[in-house]
Every structure is written in C-alpha cells, then in structure tokens.
C-alpha cells in the first residue's frame, strides 16, 4: 500500500467486494478502457484478457523524478492538496522458519486509512492507521485464535490495530519519518509501467535505520490507462497487491526459534467507508469505531527541525 511500512512490533469470493468496487467507479472506468471489451458483442471481457489478435504490450514510463513522484502519487494516493485514503485488502501471512517449508498461518482483512496535506509544492505530510483482523485460511471467518505450524500449539491471534505511526512527509527526494524529522530524505524505489491498458506503479520501501530487523515491503499498483492519460483525473481507481517479510510477530509466541514471517496481499482504493465490505465494516463498527476516519490532530501540530530536503 501506499504510505507506510508496517512496524515490526506490529506486525475473495465476496460479492460485497465487487459491489463496493463498483461502486467506487472502478468497473464503469474498465468498461470505458479501450481493450478491456469485446467490440463484436459489447461484454465486458475476462480480466486480464484482450481483444481476438491483439497483444499485451509492457512499456517502462522513464519520467523525471518529479514527473515519477506526482504520476505515483494519483495511482497510490490523489494529487488533491489535502485527501483521506482508505486501501482495503486481504493478506495471507505464512511462517517462514530456518530450514524447514514456509507454511501459511493466517488470513486477515483489513484497511489502510490514511490523510495527507500538502506543505509545499511537490511535499506532502502523511499521517494514518492500519486496521485488520484474522480469518481462517480454510472457512475465512473470523477466528482469535489459529495453529502456529511450527510449534504445532494453539495461539492467541489479537486484531492488528497499528495506531502508533509518527507520521511522514513525502516528496520526489524521498520520506522522512517524523520521528526524526532532521533526517534526511530516505529515497525509495518507483517504476511506472504501462501494461495494455493500464498504468502500473512498483514500489519498494525500505524501512528506517532504526529497524535492524528482517524487513521490506514491496508493492504494486495498477490504474486504467485511459484515466491516467486525463491530467484532470488528480484520484486514480487502483488495485493493489504486495507482500513483505517481517521478523515473528509477538503472538506466534516463537522466542528465540530463528525464522521470520513473509505475508502477501491484494485489494483496492476505495473512496471511503461507505465502500467496505459490510461483513467488516460491521466489525470495525463495533470494535474500533474511531479507527473508521483518520485522526486530524497531528497536523495541528508543528514539525520541529524538519529537514529541507
């Protein structure tokens, strides 16, 4: 996803998905991208299909920094001066022990829920929160607890309500983490791509020198081209996928046991709540309803020392 990585510490078969997409104006951007329809009959073609004789095409977009920062910016986030982003998504986390087969453990659905505003021109501060809950990996309802496959015992798996983030501000030179914000910008890695009739954005971030632990994200995003090449279009539709490695969470109860854990997810941009799946939202309503908007008050307060960069 598209703003922050997840602290280590921390660390679809569903109608209502496809309903809540729609919803957002996704399906009517793909039915209005040329390729992704049958010309003869006028239906909607299988994803990921094209046209009879036609061909995938895969082009690198070698854009300028800047250029590269703010065409990223309207896949992942909006180019609005000030916009709440809400990613919704499934991941499965697997276990990944030394010398022994990587097993999965758990299924979780969650969100990203996230606000930036602009400071400067091309600099923005971000600010946000992570929210999921366990699922079974066999029936997919919601479970506390599931089989650790390395130790073999039953253990306790505790909702993930990231709520601890110090924020970041955003620019093409990079993120500095305001929890020091002096530092210089960290840069990370993007590469726009267009793929037949869509834009693609990959993303690697690297987490702070002061994380010495087994962690990275990568991530992928994808907009309809035909959207992406209208420059009044600031908020792309997307979907996005990834995955990450992080050390064992607490709740795997693993001590010293060498090993990490690799997860990987998918999901979409929504407009906002109104758009979750209702199986969750009812969830998150009645477990962590303040966790349904993003919390506003760190940017009425001052970023002490920021470095300029």
């Known amino acids: ?53 036609d061909r995938w095409t895969s082009s690198f977009l070698l854009l300028d920094p800047v250029q590269r920062f703010r065409q990223a910016l309207r896949i992942q986030r909006s180019l609005e001066d000030e916009a709440d982003i809400l990613h919704w998504y499934h991941f499965i986390m697997v276990s990944v022990p030394l010398n022994a087969t990587p097993k999965a453990v758990v299924r979780w659905e969650g969100i990203e829920f996230s606000r930036h505003e602009k400071l400067a021109e091309n600099r923005y501060r971000l600010h946000g929160h992570n929210l999921s809950f366990p699922r079974d ?78 962690f990275l994200e990568m991530g992928f995003e994808s907009s309809p081209a035909a959207l992406f090449d209208d420059p009044t279009q600031a908020w792309l539709p997307s979907d996005v996928s990834g995955a990450y490695v992080f050390p064992w969470p607490k709740w795997m109860e693993m001590g010293d046991a060498p090993g990490h854990m690799f997860a990987a997810w998918s999901g979409y941009k929504l407009r906002g709540i109104h758009e979750l799946p209702a199986e969750f939202r009812k969830r998150a309503e009645r477990d962590y309803p303040q966790l349904l908007s993003v919390d506003r008050t760190p940017f009425s307060k001052p970023i002490v020392g920021l470095n300029p960069g």
Not at 142 to 147: T, W
Not at 151 to 159: A, E, I, L
Not at 188 to 213: C, H, N, Q, S
């Open 137 to 214: 990996l066999n029936t997919g309802e919601f479970v506390d607890s599931v089989l650790n496959p390395v130790t073999k015992k039953q253990v306790g798996v505790p909702p993930m309500a990231l709520t601890g983030d110090p924020g970041m501000v955003r620019s093409p030179a990079g993120v500095i983490s305001l929890d020091k914000p002096s530092a210089a910008p960290r840069p990370d890695y993007k590469m726009l791509r267009r793929e037949g009739a869509f834009v693609k954005v990959d993303a690697i971030r690297v987490p702070p020198d002061t994380w010495p632990v087994t």
């Open 1 to 53: 996803m598209s703003r922050r990585p997840r602290r280590p510490q921390d660390s679809f078969d569903r109608r209502d998905a496809m309903a809540a997409l729609l919803a957002g104006g996704l399906g009517a951007a793909l039915a209005a991208t040329p390729g992704l329809a049958t010309a003869a009959t006028g239906a909607p073609a299988a994803p990921g299909s094209l046209p009879a004789g």
